[in-house]
């Protein structure tokens, strides 16, 4: 039976090679791309040097979906696309159309079952994200309940083209920093306040006490003996609330329902243009969890975005923005007061890193 099994198992096959799924158009231009134009924030097309054109209709999702949303996605592909469609980096998805006598019904059909075409030019686009509460055991907030309450206030900005430049929002629900958080124009970033918590006797049988002791930044986690065997102890004077212990070493619980929060960080990028890319900087320290809507983080993204589009040039991005106004004009103009928390004191970063995420007076 064993030997049956074996026989029929398929492994190393890696992932279905792309050129399966492109549509035609691509395929006989693929590499051979003249130029592209945005025609409207949801809308752009791309005219090869053989003068085929493919236009493409982007829409907002919520990247935690069901069956049937995949499955309506297919049916409007299958409608309007000869059955292809793709998901972008972002987790939007595009319809790639061929014939331009498709493109308005085929938007006029995703208003009617109310879903969101946007997300091209100068907007917010969507929100890359992280598990949260609906999957992960080391978060400190929600990814899909924070990211659905911010869009929900910035849906303007995913439709229409209002701001200098584009704006990329990232949320990571742990220090973990799952996704762009580090490197975001704007960053929600979930955070501890209080040390881990020492289960000694679940932690004898279930940790691995060196790896534990080396999983910490700070080394605050000690040898100890409790009890009279091997157990560890924290040093809550040093410990920086990182969870990075309890990710290896399961019986040092570090959430805390009424310490865990959220903390805004603002003007980083991954692109070269212009200016080399950057790491995001901390705004706001701390911002209590407050679900279902998170009105603390909505208003504190609005407020950055508002006085970011009144204030910066055309093509800058947030952090080219904040580093001609300086960071003590951003903090005066955006009310948020300037604390002790922002000021680096990560002494193993000078040496390890060129750039912390922390200001550097
Ligand atoms: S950021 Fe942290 S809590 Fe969120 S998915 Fe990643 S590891 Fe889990
Ligand atoms: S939470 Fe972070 S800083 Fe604190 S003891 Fe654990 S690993 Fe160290």
Redesign the pocket.
Known sequence: MAEEVKKKRLTDIGPHDYNEYLSPVIKNNYGKWAYHEILDPGTMVHVAESGDKLYTVRMGSPRLVSGSFVRDICDIADKYCGGHLRFTTRNNVEFLIEDEKNVEPLKKDLEKMGYNVGGIGNIVANIVH???WV??????SD?SGVVKSVMDELYEYFVEDKLPSKVRIAF????????SVSSSDIAI??THRKPPRIDAERLRNLCEIPSTIAACPTNSIRPDTVDGKPGVKVNEETCVFC?SCY?VCPAMPIANAENDGLSIWVGGKVSNARTKPTFSKLAIPFIPNDPPRWPGVVNAVKTILNEYKKGAEPGERVGEWIDRIGWPRFFKITGFPFTKYHIDDFRLGETTMNYSSHARL
């Open positions: 992280t598990q949260g999957h992960c055991h080391t978060s400190a990814a990571a629900c742990c220090l973990n920093m799952c996704g970033v979930g969870g990710t």
